[in-house]
C-alpha cells in the first residue's frame, strides 16, 4: 500500500454526522407546530440578547457608568430623547446603555455560574446515583435538605459570607452564590435519572458482560442523562437570570464599578418612582422580562419536544381512495 | 348464522403520519352473532386491537375509519360521535389488557358502577344500583365486602374480573376483549377466560376475544378469525380451521406454537410488512412457502365454502387467475438482516 | 390488604423528617461561624471599646469551643430560645411574633391568588391543548413568571399608588389604624376582624392588595406550568380511555377524572413552591416596605448582625421543614396509595 495514501474518503463519515444530526433534531421537526414556534421566537430573543452582550461597546451609544460626553454632563434623570432614547438616571448615567452592558453582565454570570452548577452537580449525581450506598445516602440527605430551601435564601447567604471575605463581592461572588443554590438541583435531576436508567435492561446487560463501572457510566449512563441536561440547564438559566436580578436588587450582585446590573438598576429606581419617573425602572424591569422570556420559551420548547409525555406528533391529512371493484363470491 | 348482531363491511381504519398515512386494517369484513364467541388471532402490529377499537368507534387521534359497521341496523362509523358514545356501555362493551392502570386509583370501586349506573340508566335508585353491581361483581368472584374498596387493594386478576363486571353491569350484547389475559399469570388466565367463555350462558353476550394466543382461541372460541397485515387472512369454526388450516399464514402459524409434542422450533421467516407501504398483491407473499406469481400481482379474492373464508390463490378462483399465475414465485431468500 | 392509617404514616414521616432538620440547622451554624472576621465587630461597626465586644462575645458564648458552641445551639433551639440581636438588642422571638406574623398575613393571601389563577389558568391551558387559549395561557404564564417581582411590585406602584393614586405603596396598614389596632395575633387581617373593626379592616385590605397580587402573580406563573402539564398527562391515563370506553360524557371524564386526578399533584407543588414563595416575599417585603421577617433578614444583613439572621435563617428552615411534612400528611389523605 502506497505509504502517504491521499485524503481519506470524507463522504461516508460526513454523512454519518449528518444523518445524526438529522436524527438529533428530528424531534424539533416532527414536533407540532405550537412547540416550534415557542422555540425558534425564544432562540431569536435570545440570540438577540447574545449579540447585545457580546457586541456591547460597538452597539452602545454610551458606556454603562459614562455620566458626561465632550465635557458637559449630561442630565439627571432626564426624559427619554433624542440623545438618550430611555432617559438617564440620577448619577447622569444613559439607562439604554446600562441596558446593553446589563446583556453582558447577566449572561457573564449565568454562564459562569451554570458551568459550575454542572461540573459540580452532574458528576456528583452520576457517582452517587451509580454507586449508592454510604456516599449517595450522605449526599441525598444533604442535597435533600437544600433543596427544599429558598434558592434566594442560600444565595443571599452565600453572598453575604463571600463578600465579607476575601473574595470580595462581584461577578466570582455572585457566580458561586448562584452555583451553590443550583446545585442541588442539578444532583437531584440527575441522580434520579441515573438510578432509573441504571436498571435498564441494556445497562445490566453491559454489566453481565463484563464491562467496568467506569465504561458502562460513560458509554451508557452519561448519554442517556445528558439528553435530560439541555431543556433543564435552558429552563436554569431563566431561573439564575432572575436570580442574579434578584441578587442585584437587595445589593449582594456586582459592584456598580464593574459593569451594568438590571437587578440593581431597578432597585435604584424605586426611589425615583415616589417622583413619577419610569424610565429608569422600566427598561431594566423589560429586560429581565424579555431574556429570561426568550430562556424559558427555549426550554418549554425542548421540553415539549423531547419529553416523550408532552410530544405530539403531527398528524396528516389524508382521504380514503375508493376501493377498487367488490369482491367476488364463491363459486 | 341467524341476523349476526354485529356486521363489519370493508372497514379500513388509517393512522395520520406526517407522510402517508398508516393502513392499520385495510379492508376487513367480519360478522359476529348473538351470544358467539369469536378469536381475533394475529401477530403484534396487525392490526386486530386497531378493529377492535375502530368498532367501539374509540379510534385514537390522527385515526379515521371507513366503510361499515352495522350494529342493530345502524353504521357506527357514520354515526354522530354523541350517539356512538352513548352505545358503549349498554350495547357495546371493551375490556383491555393491562388492568392495573385501568381503574381510577382515586375512586372507589364502587364509586366505578356507580358512574356508569349513573350515565345509563339515571332513573335507576341507589339501592338498585347497588344491587346491580353487587350481582354482576359476585358472579365475577368479588364479595360485597370489597365494594368499596380502592384498585389499589386488589391484585391483578381480580381487577381484570372488576373491569370485566363494569363491562357487563349494563348488559351489553356484544364485549370486545383487547388481550384480556396477556399481562396474567396462567393460572388466572384461565379463570378469566372461564368467566368469559360463560358470558353466553350467564349474560347473553357475545365476545370478540382479541389475542396474539392460539392456544386460548382454541379453549374457548367458537369461530376464529387469523388477521395479517390488516386484512383477514382467514375465518371459520375454530375446530376445522385447527385440524385443516387453508391458509398458508395460518398453517405456519399453527405449526410455530409450542407444545409438548414439539421437538424443534419453528418460525416464519421475514418480519411483517410495513402498515404505510404494504407489498402488492398478497401481503402475506414475500414470506410465504407457497407463493405464486400472481400472489405479488393481484390481491386474492374472498373464497367461501362450508362456513370458512379464505383469502388465498391457493383457493382463489381459477377463472380469475391470470395466465401463468400459478407458478411459483421467485424471490430472494430471506436473510436475517432483512428482519424488520 | 388494609391501608396503613394515616396516623402511622404521620410519625414516620415525622421521624423521616429529623434528620433534614439536624443537616439544615448545622448548615446554618457552620456557614455562619465559618465568615471570616470578627463578626461581633463588623456588626457593632469597629467604632465599640473593645471591652464591650468582649462582653458580648462572652455573652454569646463565642470564647467556648466550637464543639461546645456546637452543643449550645442546638440545645437552645429545642428550648426556643433563639437570642437576641447585637444592633438593636431585639429578641428573635419578638421578630418572630411581630415580623413573622407579617409575612404570614403577606404569604398566605400571595399563595391563595397564585393558587386560584394557576390552577384556572393550568386546567383550562391543558384540556385545551394547543388552541389559542392553551397558547395564550402558556404565553402569560411564562410572562409572570419572567417578571421579577420586584419589577412587578415597582410598577404597580407607579400606576395604581403615584399615577392613579388608587392604593396605598408601602407598609402593612396606615400609622392611624396601627394604633388603634388592638394585637391579638399580630395578623393585622385576623386582628382588625376579632375587634369588629370594618374601617381598619378596609384600611389592612387596600395595603395588601398591591403586595400580595404581585408576589400571587408571580408565583401563579410556575403554578400554571405545573397544572397544565398535569392535566395534559392525566388526560393520557389508561382509565380515561377506559371510562370513556363505558360511554361515560366527555365533560364528566374531563372533570371528574382528569382534573380531579392531575390536582392531586398540587398540594405537592405548592409545597414545592413554598421555598419559592418565601424568596420573593423577602424581595416583595423590601420594595413595599412590608415589615415581615424577611424583610428584617435584608435589614440585618446588611448590619452584618450575626445573630439576628442566624435566628431568622433557622427559623426559615424550621418553617420550610414542617410545610413539607404538612405538604405529604395532606397528600396521604388524599391519595390513599400513598401511605406507606
Not at chain 3, 439536624?22 to 465559618?34: A, G, H
Not at chain 3, 419572567?146 to 407598609?171: E, H, I, K
Not at chain 3, 386582628?191 to 403586595?211: E, F, Q, S, Y
Amino acid at each position: 500500500m502506497a505509504a502517504s495514501a491521499p485524503a481519506a474518503p470524507r463522504t461516508p463519515y460526513g454523512r454519518a454526522r449528518l444523518l445524526a444530526l438529522g436524527r438529533a433534531t428530528k424531534p424539533i421537526r416532527d414536533a407540532s407546530g405550537i412547540a416550534r414556534a415557542m422555540f425558534w421566537s425564544g432562540v431569536a430573543i435570545t440570540f438577540f440578547f447574545i449579540v447585545l452582550a457580546v457586541f456591547a461597546p460597538l452597539i452602545s451609544p454610551y458606556n454603562f457608568n459614562q455620566y458626561k460626553s465632550g465635557g458637559i454632563r449630561f442630565p439627571q434623570l432626564g426624559h427619554p430623547s433624542a440623545a438618550h432614547w430611555m432617559g438617564t438616571t440620577v448619577q447622569s448615567s444613559d439607562v439604554m446603555a446600562r441596558v446593553i452592558y446589563g446583556a453582558q453582565t447577566e449572561l457573564k454570570v449565568v454562564v459562569i455560574a451554570l458551568a459550575m452548577s454542572l461540573t459540580v452537580g452532574v458528576p456528583l449525581g452520576l457517582i452517587s446515583g451509580y454507586f449508592g450506598g454510604i456516599l449517595d445516602r450522605f449526599l441525598v440527605l444533604i442535597m435533600d435538605a437544600l433543596f427544599a430551601f429558598p434558592y434566594l435564601l442560600i444565595a443571599i447567604v452565600i453572598a453575604f459570607l463571600l463578600a465579607t471575605s476575601s473574595i470580595g463581592g462581584g461577578i466570582l461572588t455572585a457566580a458561586i452564590a448562584i452555583t451553590a443554590a443550583y446545585v442541588p438541583l442539578y444532583f437531584r435531576v440527575v441522580r434520579n435519572h441515573v438510578i432509573s436508567v441504571r436498571e435498564e435492561p441494556y445497562v445490566d446487560a453491559a454489566r453481565a458482560l463484563g464491562a467496568r463501572p467506569r465504561t458502562v457510566i460513560r458509554k451508557y449512563v452519561f448519554f442517556n442523562v445528558v439528553q435530560n441536561v439541555p431543556p433543564i440547564a435552558t429552563l436554569n438559566a431563566a431561573d439564575a437570570i432572575l436570580l442574579l436580578a434578584s441578587l442585584g436588587f437587595l445589593g449582594y450582585g456586582i459592584q456598580p464599578t464593574q459593569g451594568a446590573e438590571w437587578g440593581y438598576d431597578v432597585s435604584r429606581a424605586v426611589s425615583d418612582a415616589a417622583s413619577g419617573i419610569w424610565w429608569t425602572g422600566l427598561f431594566p424591569g423589560l429586560a429581565i422580562v424579555l431574556l429570561v422570556t426568550g430562556l424559558t420559551l427555549v426550554g418549554e420548547g425542548l421540553n415539549e419536544t423531547i419529553n416523550p409525555v408532552l410530544r405530539r406528533r403531527r398528524f396528516g391529512r389524508f382521504e380514503f381512495e375508493p376501493v377498487p371493484g367488490p369482491t367476488e363470491e364463491a363459486e | 348464522m341467524t341476523d349476526p348482531i354485529l356486521q363489519v363491511k370493508d372497514l379500513r381504519v388509517y393512522y395520520g403520519t406526517p407522510g402517508k398515512p398508516v393502513r392499520a386494517v385495510d379492508g376487513v369484513s367480519l360478522e359476529i352473532g348473538e351470544s358467539e364467541v369469536v378469536g381475533l388471532v394475529g401477530e403484534s402490529g396487525c392490526g386486530k386491537s386497531t378493529l377492535g377499537r375502530g368498532i367501539l368507534g374509540l379510534l385514537p387521534e390522527g385515526a379515521r375509519a371507513d366503510g361499515e359497521v352495522l350494529f342493530g341496523g345502524r353504521n357506527l362509523v357514520t354515526m354522530s360521535p354523541k350517539a356512538v358514545r352513548n352505545m358503549r356501555g349498554p350495547e357495546l362493551g371493551l375490556i383491555f389488557q393491562e388492568p392495573m392502570t385501568r381503574l381510577n386509583p382515586l375512586l372507589r370501586i364502587s364509586d366505578h358502577f356507580t358512574e356508569t349506573l349513573q350515565q345509563h340508566e339515571p332513573k335507576l335508585t341507589d339501592a338498585e344500583m347497588r344491587r346491580r353491581s353487587l350481582e354482576t361483581l359476585g358472579r365475577m368472584g368479588i364479595p360485597p365486602t370489597r365494594f368499596r374498596q380502592y384498585p389499589h387493594e386488589f391484585s391483578g386478576g381480580m381487577r381484570q374480573r372488576i373491569m370485566i363486571a363494569l363491562a357487563l353491569v349494563l348488559r351489553p350484547k356484544l364485549l370486545v376483549a383487547d388481550e384480556p389475559t396477556t399481562s396474567l399469570d396462567v393460572i388466572v388466565e384461565g379463570q378469566i377466560l372461564a368467566l368469559l367463555a360463560d358470558l353466553k350462558r350467564n349474560f347473553g353476550t357475545a365476545l370478540l376475544l382479541i389475542t396474539h394466543n392460539l392456544g386460548i382461541v382454541a379453549e374457548s372460541c367458537d369461530r376464529m378469525a387469523v388477521m395479517y397485515a390488516g386484512r383477514i387472512a382467514e375465518e371459520g369454526n375454530v375446530r376445522e380451521v385447527f385440524a385443516d388450516p387453508s391458509h398458508p399464514y395460518t398453517r405456519e402459524l399453527l405449526r410455530s406454537t409450542i407444545s409438548l409434542d414439539t421437538t424443534e422450533l419453528h418460525s416464519i421467516p421475514g418480519a411483517p410488512p410495513n402498515l404505510i407501504d404494504p407489498p402488492p398483491g398478497c401481503r402475506f407473499h414475500p414470506r410465504c412457502p407457497n407463493a405464486m406469481q400472481v400472489c405479488n400481482q393481484l390481491e386474492p379474492i374472498e373464497q367461501r365454502s362450508d362456513g370458512r373464508r379464505v383469502f388465498c390463490w391457493l383457493h382463489g378462483p381459477s377463472a380469475r387467475m391470470p395466465a401463468g399465475g400459478e407458478a411459483p414465485l421467485e424471490r430472494e431468500a430471506i436473510g436475517v438482516a432483512d428482519e424488520a | 390488604m388494609t391501608g396503613t392509617s394515616l396516623r402511622t404514616y404521620l410519625i414516620t414521616r415525622l421521624a423521616l423528617v429529623l434528620p433534614m432538620v439536624f443537616i439544615l440547622l448545622t448548615l446554618v451554624f457552620l456557614l455562619l461561624r465559618v465568615a471570616p472576621g470578627n463578626p461581633i465587630e463588623a456588626a457593632l461597626g469597629g467604632h465599640v471599646p473593645a471591652a464591650y465586644v468582649h462582653q458580648i462575645e462572652r455573652r454569646l458564648g463565642f470564647d467556648k469551643p466550637l464543639i461546645t458552641q456546637y452543643g449550645d445551639y442546638l440545645w437552645n433551639i429545642l428550648r426556643g430560645h433563639l437570642g437576641t440581636t447585637i444592633t438593636d438588642n431585639r429578641p428573635l422571638s419578638q421578630i418572630i411574633e411581630q415580623n413573622g406574623a407579617a409575612t404570614l398575613e403577606l404569604t398566605f393571601f400571595a399563595m391563595l391568588i397564585a393558587i386560584v389563577v394557576g390552577v384556572l389558568v393550568g386546567l383550562v391551558a391543558g384540556r385545551y391543548r394547543d388552541t389559542p387559549l392553551d397558547v395564550f395561557g402558556r404565553l402569560f404564564g411564562i410572562l409572570v413568571y419572567a417578571t421579577p417581582v420586584f419589577f412587578l411590585g415597582l410598577m404597580a406602584q407607579l400606576v395604581f399608588g403615584v399615577w392613579l393614586n388608587w392604593l396605598p405603596t408601602s407598609d402593612q396598614a396606615s400609622p392611624l389604624t396601627q394604633a388603634l389596632l388592638q394585637t391579638h395575633t399580630n395578623i393585622y387581617f385576623i386582628d382588625a376582624i376579632w375587634d369588629g373593626n370594618w374601617g381598619a379592616l378596609w384600611d389592612v385590605t387596600k395595603h395588601l392588595i398591591l403586595p400580595a397580587s404581585t408576589l400571587g402573580l408571580v408565583t401563579a406563573g410556575v403554578f400554571i406550568r405545573l397544572v397544565r402539564v398535569n392535566v395534559i398527562r392525566t388526560l393520557r391515563d389508561d382509565y380515561i380511555e377506559a371510562a370513556r370506553a363505558r360511554g361515560i360524557v366527555e365533560r364528566r371524564v374531563v372533570y371528574a377524572h382528569a382534573f380531579k386526578n392531575a390536582l392531586v399533584p398540587v398540594i405537592t407543588i405548592v409545597g414545592l413552591n413554598l421555598a419559592t414563595l418565601l424568596g420573593g416575599a423577602v424581595l416583595t417585603e423590601t420594595t413595599f416596605n412590608w415589615p415581615g421577617i424577611g424583610h428584617e433578614l435584608v435589614l440585618y444583613l446588611e448590619n452584618r448582625d450575626y445573630v439576628a439572621v442566624q435566628g431568622i435563617i433557622v427559623v426559615f428552615a424550621l418553617v420550610v421543614v414542617a410545610v413539607s411534612v404538612l405538604v405529604d400528611f395532606i397528600n396521604a389523605y388524599v391519595d390513599p396509595r400513598i401511605r406507606y
